[in-house]
Protein backbone atom coordinates (compact mmCIF):
# COMPACT_ATOMS: atom_id res chain seq x y z
CA UNK A 1 0.00 0.00 0.00
CA UNK A 2 1.69 2.92 -1.36
CA UNK A 3 -0.48 5.56 0.58
CA UNK A 4 -2.14 4.48 3.67
CA UNK A 5 -3.49 7.90 4.38
CA UNK A 6 -6.80 8.01 2.01
CA UNK A 7 -7.94 10.68 -0.01
CA UNK A 8 -10.93 13.32 -0.12
CA UNK A 9 -12.37 13.50 -3.61
CA UNK A 10 -14.81 16.77 -3.66
CA UNK A 11 -17.27 16.94 -6.37
CA UNK A 12 -19.58 20.42 -7.40
CA UNK A 13 -22.34 21.59 -9.26
CA UNK A 14 -23.61 17.38 -8.66
CA UNK A 15 -26.94 17.17 -10.26
CA UNK A 16 -29.56 15.72 -7.59
CA UNK A 17 -30.21 12.82 -9.56
CA UNK A 18 -26.45 11.44 -9.33
CA UNK A 19 -26.08 11.68 -5.73
CA UNK A 20 -27.14 7.91 -5.26
CA UNK A 21 -24.86 7.08 -7.82
CA UNK A 22 -21.67 8.65 -5.89
CA UNK A 23 -23.16 7.16 -2.94
CA UNK A 24 -23.72 3.74 -4.10
CA UNK A 25 -19.92 3.99 -5.97
CA UNK A 26 -18.38 5.37 -2.89
CA UNK A 27 -19.48 2.38 -0.78
CA UNK A 28 -18.76 -0.30 -3.65
CA UNK A 29 -15.24 1.65 -3.17
CA UNK A 30 -14.42 1.04 0.51
CA UNK A 31 -15.15 4.70 0.99
CA UNK A 32 -17.83 7.28 2.65
CA UNK A 33 -20.33 9.82 1.16
CA UNK A 34 -19.36 12.19 4.29
CA UNK A 35 -20.69 15.76 2.80
CA UNK A 36 -23.69 16.48 0.78
CA UNK A 37 -24.02 20.58 0.77
CA UNK A 38 -26.78 22.30 -1.79
CA UNK A 39 -26.08 24.89 -4.10
CA UNK A 40 -27.52 28.39 -4.18
CA UNK A 41 -28.27 26.82 -7.92
CA UNK A 42 -30.05 23.98 -6.77
CA UNK A 43 -26.90 21.66 -7.62
CA UNK A 44 -25.16 19.90 -4.99
CA UNK A 45 -21.27 19.72 -3.40
CA UNK A 46 -20.38 16.52 -1.99
CA UNK A 47 -17.21 15.34 -0.52
CA UNK A 48 -15.97 11.61 -0.93
CA UNK A 49 -13.56 9.93 1.54
CA UNK A 50 -11.61 7.06 0.20
CA UNK A 51 -9.59 4.45 2.44
CA UNK A 52 -5.62 3.96 1.52
CA UNK A 53 -5.19 3.70 -2.03
CA UNK A 54 -2.94 0.80 -3.62
CA UNK A 55 -1.69 2.54 -7.34
CA UNK A 56 -0.38 -1.12 -7.93
CA UNK A 57 -3.92 -2.31 -7.74
CA UNK A 58 -4.60 -4.56 -5.44
CA UNK B 1 -8.72 32.90 55.40
CA UNK B 2 -9.00 34.94 58.47
CA UNK B 3 -9.86 38.51 56.38
CA UNK B 4 -12.50 36.18 54.70
CA UNK B 5 -13.74 34.24 57.63
CA UNK B 6 -14.59 38.13 58.86
CA UNK B 7 -16.25 39.28 56.23
CA UNK B 8 -18.74 36.48 55.64
CA UNK B 9 -19.68 35.40 59.04
CA UNK B 10 -19.73 38.27 60.65
CA UNK B 11 -23.58 38.32 60.93
CA UNK B 12 -24.89 41.35 62.70
CA UNK B 13 -22.55 43.58 60.28
CA UNK B 14 -22.57 42.30 56.91
CA UNK B 15 -26.12 40.95 55.84
CA UNK B 16 -24.85 38.46 53.53
CA UNK B 17 -24.33 35.62 56.17
CA UNK B 18 -24.99 33.33 53.50
CA UNK B 19 -21.89 33.41 51.73
CA UNK B 20 -20.14 30.44 49.30
CA UNK B 21 -16.33 30.65 49.96
CA UNK B 22 -14.52 28.93 47.47
CA UNK B 23 -10.80 28.74 47.15
CA UNK B 24 -7.92 26.48 45.57
CA UNK B 25 -4.27 26.20 45.78
CA UNK B 26 -2.26 24.59 43.07
CA UNK B 27 1.50 23.98 42.76
CA UNK B 28 2.78 22.68 39.54
CA UNK B 29 6.55 21.46 38.97
CA UNK B 30 8.27 19.66 36.03
CA UNK B 31 12.29 18.77 37.25
CA UNK B 32 14.65 17.02 34.47
CA UNK B 33 17.85 16.19 35.85
CA UNK B 34 20.64 14.58 33.72
CA UNK B 35 22.23 11.20 34.85
CA UNK B 36 25.25 12.11 37.38
CA UNK B 37 27.38 10.14 34.94
CA UNK B 38 26.87 12.80 31.75
CA UNK B 39 28.10 15.93 31.47
CA UNK B 40 26.08 17.01 28.71
CA UNK B 41 22.60 16.73 29.16
CA UNK B 42 21.07 20.29 30.96
CA UNK B 43 18.37 19.74 34.32
CA UNK B 44 15.47 21.89 33.56
CA UNK B 45 13.06 22.77 35.83
CA UNK B 46 9.45 24.49 35.75
CA UNK B 47 7.72 25.53 38.45
CA UNK B 48 4.00 26.85 38.84
CA UNK B 49 2.14 28.27 41.66
CA UNK B 50 -1.63 29.75 41.87
CA UNK B 51 -3.86 30.80 44.32
CA UNK B 52 -7.45 31.52 43.80
CA UNK B 53 -10.48 32.45 46.01
CA UNK B 54 -14.49 33.19 45.79
CA UNK B 55 -16.02 34.93 48.13
CA UNK B 56 -19.97 35.06 46.91
CA UNK B 57 -22.53 36.30 48.88
CA UNK B 58 -26.38 34.55 48.11
CA UNK B 59 -28.87 36.61 50.04
CA UNK B 60 -28.87 39.69 51.82
CA UNK B 61 -30.85 38.16 54.41
CA UNK B 62 -30.79 37.16 58.02
CA UNK B 63 -31.08 40.23 59.96
CA UNK B 64 -33.99 40.54 62.23
CA UNK B 65 -35.88 42.97 59.97
CA UNK B 66 -35.73 39.98 56.92
CA UNK B 67 -37.27 36.52 57.67
CA UNK B 68 -34.59 34.12 57.83
CA UNK B 69 -33.08 32.60 53.84
CA UNK B 70 -34.88 29.26 54.40
CA UNK B 71 -37.77 30.64 55.28
CA UNK B 72 -37.73 33.34 52.80
CA UNK B 73 -36.61 31.01 49.74
CA UNK B 74 -39.36 28.58 50.93
CA UNK B 75 -41.96 30.83 50.85
CA UNK B 76 -40.90 33.27 48.01
CA UNK B 77 -40.91 29.76 45.57
CA UNK B 78 -44.13 28.75 46.66
CA UNK B 79 -45.49 32.33 45.76
CA UNK B 80 -43.74 32.14 42.53
CA UNK B 81 -44.84 29.19 41.27
CA UNK B 82 -48.31 29.53 42.41
CA UNK B 83 -48.22 32.79 40.45
CA UNK B 84 -46.86 30.96 37.18
CA UNK B 85 -49.60 28.08 37.64
CA UNK B 86 -52.29 31.23 37.74
CA UNK B 87 -50.76 32.49 34.49
CA UNK B 88 -50.36 29.42 32.69
CA UNK B 89 -53.56 29.45 30.41
CA UNK B 90 -53.12 33.13 30.18
CA UNK B 91 -49.31 33.91 29.41
CA UNK B 92 -47.87 31.10 26.99
CA UNK B 93 -44.46 32.66 27.32
CA UNK B 94 -42.58 31.06 29.80
CA UNK B 95 -40.68 33.79 29.99
CA UNK B 96 -42.78 36.89 30.35
CA UNK B 97 -44.16 34.61 33.04
CA UNK B 98 -41.28 34.50 34.84
CA UNK B 99 -40.61 37.82 34.68
CA UNK B 100 -44.00 38.88 35.80
CA UNK B 101 -44.34 36.49 38.67
CA UNK B 102 -40.42 38.07 39.37
CA UNK B 103 -41.69 41.73 39.77
CA UNK B 104 -45.38 40.34 41.39
CA UNK B 105 -43.63 37.97 44.22
CA UNK B 106 -39.79 38.95 44.94
CA UNK B 107 -39.38 41.89 47.43
CA UNK B 108 -37.08 44.96 46.08
CA UNK B 109 -33.15 44.84 47.36
CA UNK B 110 -33.22 40.56 46.68
CA UNK B 111 -30.18 39.21 44.61
CA UNK B 112 -32.31 36.57 43.75
CA UNK B 113 -34.22 35.51 40.34
CA UNK B 114 -36.56 32.48 39.41
CA UNK B 115 -35.41 29.80 37.55
CA UNK B 116 -35.92 26.66 36.08
CA UNK B 117 -34.44 23.99 34.69
CA UNK B 118 -33.27 23.68 30.35
CA UNK B 119 -35.45 20.59 30.34
CA UNK B 120 -37.10 17.93 32.69
CA UNK B 121 -33.79 16.13 32.87
CA UNK B 122 -31.23 18.87 33.18
CA UNK B 123 -32.20 20.99 35.75
CA UNK B 124 -35.85 20.45 36.33
CA UNK B 125 -38.84 22.06 34.89
CA UNK B 126 -40.15 23.10 38.13
CA UNK B 127 -39.16 26.78 38.73
CA UNK B 128 -36.67 27.70 41.85
CA UNK B 129 -35.29 30.26 43.47
CA UNK B 130 -31.23 31.30 41.60
CA UNK B 131 -29.27 33.22 43.47
CA UNK B 132 -26.12 33.89 41.68
CA UNK B 133 -25.04 32.96 38.13
CA UNK B 134 -21.68 32.25 38.07
CA UNK B 135 -18.91 31.00 35.94
CA UNK B 136 -15.02 31.07 35.81
CA UNK B 137 -12.36 29.30 34.12
CA UNK B 138 -8.87 28.79 34.90
CA UNK B 139 -6.08 27.19 33.04
CA UNK B 140 -2.86 26.94 32.16
CA UNK B 141 -0.48 25.16 30.23
CA UNK B 142 3.58 24.43 30.24
CA UNK B 143 6.19 22.60 28.14
CA UNK B 144 9.65 22.91 27.39
CA UNK B 145 10.47 21.80 23.70
CA UNK B 146 13.47 19.24 23.20
CA UNK B 147 12.96 17.75 27.00
CA UNK B 148 9.57 16.44 26.29
CA UNK B 149 8.16 17.95 29.30
CA UNK B 150 4.40 18.65 29.39
CA UNK B 151 1.66 20.00 31.96
CA UNK B 152 -1.62 21.09 32.04
CA UNK B 153 -4.11 22.42 34.74
CA UNK B 154 -7.47 23.16 34.40
CA UNK B 155 -10.36 24.42 36.58
CA UNK B 156 -14.00 25.70 36.30
CA UNK B 157 -16.22 27.29 38.77
CA UNK B 158 -19.80 27.47 37.99
CA UNK B 159 -23.19 28.08 39.91
CA UNK B 160 -26.68 28.45 39.41
CA UNK B 161 -28.58 28.49 35.96
CA UNK B 162 -24.92 28.75 34.24
CA UNK B 163 -23.72 25.14 35.73
CA UNK B 164 -26.73 24.20 34.35
CA UNK B 165 -26.11 25.56 31.03
CA UNK B 166 -22.69 24.19 31.18
CA UNK B 167 -23.97 20.71 32.14
CA UNK B 168 -26.23 20.70 29.31
CA UNK B 169 -23.36 20.73 27.02
CA UNK B 170 -20.85 17.87 26.49
CA UNK B 171 -18.49 19.45 24.53
CA UNK B 172 -18.05 21.94 27.02
CA UNK B 173 -15.90 19.24 29.46
CA UNK B 174 -14.15 18.71 26.56
CA UNK B 175 -13.42 21.78 25.87
CA UNK B 176 -12.14 22.58 29.35
CA UNK B 177 -10.22 19.37 29.16
CA UNK B 178 -6.29 19.39 29.36
CA UNK B 179 -5.62 16.33 27.47
CA UNK B 180 -3.00 14.37 29.14
CA UNK B 181 0.85 15.22 26.75
CA UNK B 182 0.84 11.64 25.05
CA UNK B 183 -2.58 12.11 24.03
CA UNK B 184 -2.28 15.63 22.75
CA UNK B 185 0.85 14.09 20.65
CA UNK B 186 -1.18 11.58 18.85
CA UNK B 187 -4.18 14.01 18.23
CA UNK B 188 -1.49 16.16 16.55
CA UNK B 189 0.06 13.47 14.82
CA UNK B 190 -3.59 11.94 13.56
CA UNK B 191 -4.01 15.72 12.48
CA UNK B 192 -0.71 15.78 10.71
CA UNK B 193 -1.81 12.70 9.44
CA UNK B 194 -4.99 13.59 7.78
CA UNK B 195 -3.61 17.21 6.55
CA UNK B 196 -1.50 15.01 4.18
CA UNK B 197 -4.49 13.20 2.48
CA UNK B 198 -4.12 13.94 -0.99
CA UNK B 199 -7.19 15.48 -2.34
CA UNK B 200 -8.93 15.61 -5.25
CA UNK B 201 -11.45 17.89 -6.59
CA UNK B 202 -13.40 18.17 -9.80
CA UNK B 203 -16.71 20.08 -11.29
CA UNK B 204 -19.12 17.77 -12.62
CA UNK B 205 -20.02 17.78 -16.42
CA UNK B 206 -21.99 15.16 -18.26
CA UNK B 207 -21.68 13.55 -21.54
CA UNK B 208 -22.28 10.74 -23.44
CA UNK B 209 -19.00 8.66 -22.43
CA UNK B 210 -20.04 9.38 -18.78
CA UNK B 211 -23.19 7.99 -19.17
CA UNK B 212 -20.76 4.47 -20.18
CA UNK B 213 -18.65 4.67 -17.45
CA UNK B 214 -22.10 4.84 -14.66
CA UNK B 215 -24.04 2.11 -16.74
CA UNK B 216 -20.40 0.14 -16.48
CA UNK B 217 -20.35 0.85 -12.84
CA UNK B 218 -24.10 0.42 -12.17
CA UNK B 219 -23.76 -3.00 -14.06
CA UNK B 220 -22.06 -4.40 -11.41
CA UNK B 221 -24.96 -6.83 -9.29
CA UNK B 222 -22.86 -7.99 -6.48
CA UNK B 223 -19.96 -6.35 -4.17
CA UNK B 224 -17.66 -9.01 -5.69
CA UNK B 225 -18.39 -7.76 -9.08
CA UNK B 226 -18.70 -4.25 -8.12
CA UNK B 227 -14.71 -4.76 -7.06
CA UNK B 228 -14.04 -6.37 -9.50
CA UNK B 229 -15.43 -3.90 -12.52
CA UNK B 230 -13.58 -0.85 -9.76
CA UNK B 231 -10.33 -2.32 -10.25
CA UNK B 232 -10.31 -2.96 -14.15
CA UNK B 233 -11.50 0.77 -13.92
CA UNK B 234 -8.40 1.53 -11.73
CA UNK B 235 -6.09 -0.73 -13.70
CA UNK B 236 -7.24 1.52 -17.46
CA UNK B 237 -6.88 4.72 -15.49
CA UNK B 238 -3.29 3.75 -15.23
CA UNK B 239 -2.56 2.46 -18.75
CA UNK B 240 -3.86 5.44 -20.10
CA UNK B 241 -2.02 7.59 -17.43
CA UNK B 242 -4.84 9.39 -16.70
CA UNK B 243 -4.36 8.89 -12.76
CA UNK B 244 -3.81 5.83 -10.21
CA UNK B 245 -6.36 5.69 -7.83
CA UNK B 246 -9.80 5.21 -7.06
CA UNK B 247 -9.95 8.81 -6.37
CA UNK B 248 -8.71 10.11 -10.16
CA UNK B 249 -11.45 7.47 -11.46
CA UNK B 250 -14.16 9.12 -9.78
CA UNK B 251 -12.65 12.75 -10.66
CA UNK B 252 -12.28 11.94 -14.12
CA UNK B 253 -16.01 10.02 -14.37
CA UNK B 254 -17.76 13.10 -12.98
CA UNK B 255 -15.49 16.37 -14.18
CA UNK B 256 -13.24 14.67 -16.80
CA UNK B 257 -13.14 15.72 -20.46
CA UNK B 258 -14.86 13.48 -22.82
CA UNK B 259 -12.03 12.71 -24.67
CA UNK B 260 -10.43 11.79 -21.45
CA UNK B 261 -13.14 9.81 -20.61
CA UNK B 262 -13.07 7.97 -24.08
CA UNK B 263 -9.59 7.11 -23.44
CA UNK B 264 -10.86 5.52 -20.56
CA UNK B 265 -13.42 3.37 -21.81
CA UNK B 266 -10.82 2.23 -25.13
CA UNK B 267 -8.11 0.96 -22.18
CA UNK B 268 -11.05 -0.44 -19.80
CA UNK B 269 -12.21 -2.32 -22.94
CA UNK B 270 -8.86 -3.43 -23.39
CA UNK B 271 -8.45 -5.26 -19.93
CA UNK B 272 -12.32 -6.04 -19.54
CA UNK B 273 -12.40 -10.02 -20.01
CA UNK B 274 -16.53 -10.32 -19.25
CA UNK B 275 -18.53 -10.07 -21.89
CA UNK B 276 -21.55 -8.81 -20.73
CA UNK B 277 -19.77 -5.95 -18.66
CA UNK B 278 -17.90 -4.80 -21.85
CA UNK B 279 -22.07 -4.45 -23.47
CA UNK B 280 -21.79 -1.92 -20.65
CA UNK B 281 -19.39 0.30 -22.10
CA UNK B 282 -20.96 0.10 -25.69
Known amino acids: MANQTGEKVILTDVPFEKLVFYKDWATSLGGKFTSVQQEPDGEFTIVILLPGADPAGG | ?282
Open chain 2, 1 to 282: MPVLGGCAFHRDKNPHNDVLVFATQTKFGVDISAPATSATLPAFSVGYNRSEAVWMPLKPNGTKDHPAADAFAEDTVTKLNQCDASLLSVVADRAKRNAACLAAVLPAGKYVSMSSGIKNDIGGNALEIDTYSVFASFGARGGISGSQANGGLAQIFATGIAAQRLASNPQVGNALNVAAPAAAAEEAKAQAEEAKARQVEAKYSSGENQNRIDTYIKGAKTPEEAKRRNDNLILAMQNAQLGNTAADVIALEAGGSEAKRNALIQELKKVETDATALKDLI
